[in-house]
């Protein structure tokens, strides 16, 4: 099975600040990772797809960049609507796995 | 919205089978572009991944969870449907249902269903 971890577990930063969230796979995946936003009470959404493919209708200042087993999402300029859960996803094989969380706080 | 998950059970008893569905709107159910996934989440924890199931009823479900978990299909009537057998309070979550496609992974999700295992 492919582990995913995920770093940090929670991040505590200022509005404007560039944010980069990480996650490592035990296993190359190629460019099998997405990422996932989730604000309290709600269900996830989809932010970056095959690593770092915008999800349409995400803000630009959102990023995803990484290949094999390496990969970060990066905010680029911290906006308060951005508080939230932030999760990883390998899809590259079963089982499918998700990152740990990375809580980002404000 | 995509994916409607019907309202749960909320609660269920240790040792019952809890059961949800999720309706899916448009033709997509049948597209074998698509795979159809549960995922839950225990309060206040993270997410994990359930299992899948494609259109033609091929199924993929995790290690953890294989011996008590069903998932189905009906794409006659648009839904996928979850089994979750002998459930104890660990098994109390949040339950999504999502669709899975390969370019763009868990791209669509269910509102979300909370069920407790409690007496």
């Known amino acids: 099975d492919i582990q995913v971890t995920q770093s940090p577990s929670s991040l505590s930063a200022s509005v404007g600040d560039r944010v980069t969230i990480s996650c490592r796979t035990s296993?190359?995946?190629?460019?099998?990772l997405s990422w996932y936003q989730q604000k309290p009470g709600q269900a996830p959404t989809l932010l970056i797809y095959v690593a770092s493919s915008l999800q349409s209708g995400v803000p630009s200042r959102f990023s995803g960049s990484g290949s094999g087993t390496d990969f970060a999402l990066t905010i680029s300029s911290l906006q308060p609507e951005d508080v939230a859960t932030y999760y990883c996803?390998?899809?590259?094989?079963?089982?499918?796995?998700f990152g740990g969380g990375t809580k980002v706080e404000i | 919205q995509l994916l409607v998950q019907e309202p749960g059970p909320g609660l269920v008893k240790p040792s019952e089978t809890l059961s949800l569905s999720c309706t899916v709107s448009?033709?997509?159910?049948?597209?074998?572009?698509?795979?159809w996934v549960w995922i839950r989440q225990p309060p206040g924890k993270g997410l994990e991944w359930i299992g899948s199931i494609s259109y033609d009823g091929s199924t993929h479900y995790n290690p953890s969870l294989r011996s008590r978990v069903s998932i189905s299909v009906d794409t006659s009537k648009k839904y996928f449907s979850l089994k979750l057998s002998s459930v104890t309070a660990a098994d109390s979550a949040i339950f999504y249902c999502a669709r899975h496609f390969s370019l763009t992974a868990f791209d669509f999700w269910g509102q979300g269903t909370l069920v407790t295992v409690s007496s």
């Open positions: 448009g033709d997509s159910l049948s597209n074998n572009d698509f795979h």
């Open positions: 296993q190359a995946i190629s460019h099998a």
């Open positions: 996803l390998q899809d590259y094989a079963t089982p499918l796995a």
